[in-house]
């Protein structure tokens, strides 16, 4: 157990709706990442908060959006979802903005439907 | 962009074999970091490597920052079936204030009982 947590573990949805994925990093951790698994891109990085701040920005696409709350848990919004959304969405954690050893969470899968 | 290539793809071996895989950059890098992930679970840290040259061991793992610092190895010596997954490599992707790490396309071991 990496100590991050996310919810909901699956997700099935349609085309076009909107859903919002949760996370909660490992307690003392300030720095939250997205990544999206895809079984043609691999992991790739989506976006990067410190304390509530945005630090750095993937390849994310304008319909997805995130933010980390005051007490750092963080929420990534995807919208006007397509079929090639549905992939695996893991959070990270990290203590500090530059932290190269983060922890993974157990993911959400996302289908599109 | 960069890149991390890993190799091999996928390896099929006997219970007790030993194991070598690698990953190579197109620039250089100051850590590596490998993951390993299981199926349905999210990528866990098993070896951080900070120096061109360094030799890190965790358990049966054993892994090395190339000294040219566009490469690094993970050997995993007498394996055994819940070795069983995906090893990914991993380096820092963006500028020196962020997290943002990018991700080989990964090794996916199976062991042979």
């Known amino acids: 157990d990496s100590g991050v947590t996310q919810t909901p573990k699956h997700l099935i949805t349609a085309t076009g709706q909107r859903v919002t994925l949760r996370c909660s990093p490992r307690s003392g951790d300030l720095s939250v990442y997205w990544y999206q698994q895809s079984l043609d891109q691999g992991l790739q990085f989506l976006i990067q908060y410190y304390n509530g701040e945005e630090r750095a920005k993937g390849n994310i696409l304008e319909r997805f959006s995130a933010q980390q709350f005051p007490d750092l848990h963080s929420e990534l919004n995807l919208s006007s979802l397509e079929l090639g959304d549905s992939a695996l969405y893991f959070c990270?954690?990290?203590?500090?903005?530059?932290?190269?050893?983060?922890?993974f969470g157990p993911g959400t899968r996302l289908t599109v439907l | 962009g960069q890149q991390l290539n890993q190799s091999p793809q996928s390896m099929f071996i006997q219970e007790g074999e030993d194991v070598s895989m690698n990953c190579t950059s197109s620039?250089?890098?100051?850590?590596w970091l490998w993951y390993k992930q299981d199926p349905g679970e999210g990528p866990v840290l098993l070896i951080a490597?900070?120096?061109?040259?360094e030799l890190t061991s965790n358990g049966r793992l054993t892994a090395q920052f190339g000294i040219t610092r566009k490469d690094s190895f993970l050997n995993i010596s007498a394996s055994i079936p819940s070795d069983v997954g995906i090893y990914f490599c991993a380096g820092p992707g963006g500028s020196g204030n962020t997290g943002k790490l990018i991700f080989g396309q990964g090794t996916t071991l199976q062991v042979k009982p």
């Open positions: 490597l900070y120096k061109a040259g």
């Open positions: 620039s250089i890098f100051n850590t």
């Open positions: 990270a954690s990290s203590t500090t903005g530059t932290g190269n050893e983060q922890f």
